[in-house]
């Protein structure tokens, strides 16, 4: 049951079990909450799929060619993508999105009559869709340490930390009373790309800002090994240990990524209370490596999940990869899992919590579990969807989060809106073809 504001003041006593409500046909769950998003490259999916003419292709190879569609998008084209991502998303059974938006200026660099038009038009596509988006404004500084500028970054940079504090805080003046809590449907964070892009002292100043306000952190934190090393190279330390011995983690930090970390790195992530945001079927798709989530879990780290490159969206293919990856990396099964665990699968239950409670508590979302307080957003499951159907009371949580189908998702609900009811969207048909379109004039 809803009061006026939609937000949730009791539950109904339909078996009620680990964050999911059985009802008779169906079941009812928390919404997702995606907590590591690019929009725009959801123009690549599938475009990147071969081998280039480098004798090894890699995440840089490939960053090449999503940096050949970013120097090309319009504002416009912008939102067109940004919507069609999102549409997935909410057919997925996605309420919530943290979108790490760093396209800020017009193709040749020159910043636009409002410095946030692009971080805006994002936020649009997303308020269009229905989703509640944490507009994660990235700092970007540079290309990296000893480098020389890359011209297909030039729609990125922000050179001076004042610039980018300035507009960060005009795009969060601008968006209003979206930012209210405990309803917010949209806000600002802050996302110093990487500790190869922003520089120490621009780093600091992004996080002084960020601690003064109390906003969410996040950075790409050691997904590629290259970065790593240039990082020793420039400080004498690995990424984790610059921001810790420099106290720049902490309880709002999420490091997206982590798979190139050592014990000692995860032990001082774990110290500062810091979050980890793994995005396993980008991860997957361009070689970057395997997170060791079970090492991050054993030291009581909170990871939450994202679809990242968009390569596919389906953040419960991204739970379940965390468990896998592990299995085929180890040769053994249950990794996440403990002998002290008996009935319900408690790997499914730590798995869901990465895409739910923990992703509202990287992204600062109102969202991520049902309980009274908080707003109404959920999903629904339909129990007869041939990829559950069957599914015992014990096994209904490790069921959907090892099997669902995306067709079994029927209703999604934000904030008390239903903007799925039945498994379609009321814009589905238009945000395809804007798509479609967009896509059409980008490659022929
Ligand atoms: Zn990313």
Same mark, same amino acid.
């Given at each position: ?31 997702l ?28 190879t ?7 569609a ?95 504090l ?16 405990p ?13 190869? +892009?922003?520089?120490? &002292? ?8 960020? =601690?003064e %306000? $109390? #906003?969410?952190? @996040? ?84 990871? +939450?999940?994202?679809? &990242? ?8 293919? =991204?739970? %379940? $990869? #965390?468990?896998? @990856? ?65 599914a ?14 995306k ?6 609900v ?27 004039k980008?490659?022929?």
């Open positions: 049951m809803c009061d006026d504001s939609s937000q949730i003041v009791s539950l109904a006593q339909a078996s009620k079990f680990e964050n999911a409500i059985r009802l008779k046909d169906r079941a009812l769950l928390p919404g909450i995606n907590a590591h998003s690019h929009a725009f490259q959801r123009v690549i999916r599938g475009r990147t799929e071969y081998r280039t003419a480098n004798t090894r292709d890699s995440f840089w490939w960053r090449e060619m999503m940096y050949s970013a120097t090309r998008l319009t504002p416009e084209d912008i939102y067109d993508a940004a919507r069609m991502a999102f549409l997935e998303m909410a057919l997925s059974g996605i309420t919530a999105v943290g979108e790490f938006h760093y396209l800020h200026h017009g193709p040749d660099g020159t910043p636009y009559e409002d410095p946030n038009l692009l971080a805006k038009e994002v936020v649009r596509a997303a308020q269009d869709v229905g989703l509640r988006i944490a507009l994660l404004r990235v700092a970007y500084a540079r290309s990296g340490y000893e480098s020389e500028p890359n011209p297909q970054q030039i729609r990125f940079i922000e050179k001076d930390p004042e610039t980018y300035r507009n960060l805080e005009q795009l969060s003046k601008d968006l209003g009373r979206t930012n209210d809590r309803h917010a449907t949209a806000w600002v964070g802050t996302a110093p790309h990487s500790v190869r +892009a922003v520089p120490l &002292d621009y780093l600091r100043q992004v996080i002084q800002f960020a =601690d %306000r $109390e #906003l969410p952190v @996040h950075m790409h934190l050691a997904e590629q090994q290259a970065e790593v090393s240039a990082c020793i190279q420039e400080y004498g330390r690995s990424p984790v240990a610059l921001l810790a011995t420099e106290g720049l983690l902490g309880e709002r930090f999420t490091g997206i990524h982590s798979i190139h970390v050592t014990p000692k790195a995860i032990a001082m992530l774990a110290a500062a209370r810091a979050m980890i945001c793994a995005c396993p079927t980008t991860e997957r798709n361009l070689g970057d490596g395997i997170v060791p989530v079970d090492s991050f879990f054993k030291q009581g780290l909170r990871v +939450a999940l994202g679809t &990242d490159s968009h390569v596919e969206i389906d953040l419960l293919e =991204d739970a %379940r $990869e #965390l468990e896998y @990856h592990l299995r085929l990396q180890k040769m053994e099964r249950a990794v996440l899992g403990s002998a002290e665990d008996s009935g319900m699968s408690a790997i499914a239950v730590r798995l869901f919590a990465s895409a739910t409670v923990s992703g509202a508590e990287s992204i600062d979302a109102p969202g991520g579990t049902l309980e009274p307080g908080r707003p109404a957003d959920f999903f629904t499951v339909d129990l007869n969807d041939p990829s559950i159907a069957g015992s009371e014990d096994d209904l949580l490790s069921s959907i989060v090892f099997a669902l189908s067709t079994a998702v029927k209703d999604v934000v904030g008390g809106n239903r903007i799925v009811e039945d498994g379609r969207h009321a814009q589905q048909e238009e945000i395809i073809e804007r798509f479609k379109k967009l896509q059409k980008l490659w022929g």
